[in-house]
T-cell receptor, first 112, second 112 residues
Framework: SQTIHQWPATLVQPVGSPLSLECTVEGTSNPNLYWYRQAAGRGLQLLFYSVGIGQISSEVPQNLSASRPQDRQFILSSKKLLLSDSGFYLC???????????FGDGTRLSIL | QKEVEQNSGPLSVPEGAIASLNCTYSDRGSQSFFWYRQYSGKSPELIMSIYSNGDKEDGRFTAQLNKASQYVSLLIRDSQPSDSATYLCAVSGGTSYGKLTFGQGTILTVHP
């Protein structure tokens, strides 16, 4: 069966510091991968998605970036965090387009 | 107009009652429809997928889709306090090909 791992679960970072969140999927090949952010009391905002290694689509202009160095690895990064980057970051995968997405446990990011 | 609209609630029902959650979408080309349950502080969990008009039943859950009316609903029979959560409607296809567009979610509270 397929599983998705996301870490860390909780992160507290100062403003201006860098960020790296990692997500890996097991039990499937060439999944579609997604990064979302959910602000407190708000809906899910799609940040990036990838249909293959090195292929990244950005949905919202911001100071975040994503990379997919391996088939089942998806990384969310920032060089300098802003206060507005606080939120609940979720990684998800799907088999292909039109199929349901399955979420990791998420990372709760607080910026001080 | 929001692409996917849900009543934010909260919707409060007594234990044992039927909870009815509604969702409308604006893109007539949408082809895949999903319901997710999100407990407070947790990541979304897929509970139903529906792709064609009509009803789809899975245990206590029934999803209903009406593409002509651009409407999808979720019925929860014999509601339990453990069903208390935020329910997210998600739509794929059409202009959002390859991506899911989420509604803001409906908060459901089932009281004993």
């Amino acid at each position: 069966s397929q599983t998705i791992h996301q870490w860390p679960a909780t992160l507290v970072q100062p403003v201006g510091s860098p960020l790296s969140l990692e997500c890996t999927v097991e039990g499937t090949s060439n999944p579609n991968l997604y990064w979302y952010r959910q602000a407190a009391g708000r809906g899910l905002q799609l940040l990036f998605y990838s249909v293959g290694i090195g292929q990244i689509s950005s949905e919202v202009p911001q100071n975040l970036s994503a990379s997919r160095p391996q088939d089942r690895q998806f990384i969310l990064s920032s060089k300098k965090l802003l206060l507005s980057d606080s939120g609940f970051y979720l990684c998800a995968w799907s088999v292909t387009v039109g199929q349901p997405q399955h979420f990791g446990d998420g990372t709760r990011l607080s910026i001080l | 107009q929001k692409e996917v609209e849900q009543n934010s609630g909260p919707l409060s029902v007594p234990e044992g009652a039927i909870a009815s959650l509604n969702c409308t979408y604006s893109d007539r080309g949408s082809q895949s429809f999903f319901w997710y349950r999100q407990y407070s502080g947790k990541s979304p969990e897929l509970i139903m997928s529906i792709y064609s008009n009509g009803d789809k039943e899975d245990g206590r859950f029934t999803a209903q889709l009406n593409k002509a009316s651009q409407y999808v609903s979720l019925l929860i029979r014999d509601s339990q306090p453990s069903d208390s959560a935020t329910y997210l409607c998600a739509v794929s296809g059409g202009t959002s090909y390859g991506k899911l567009t989420f509604g803001q979610g409906t908060i459901l509270t089932v009281h004993p």
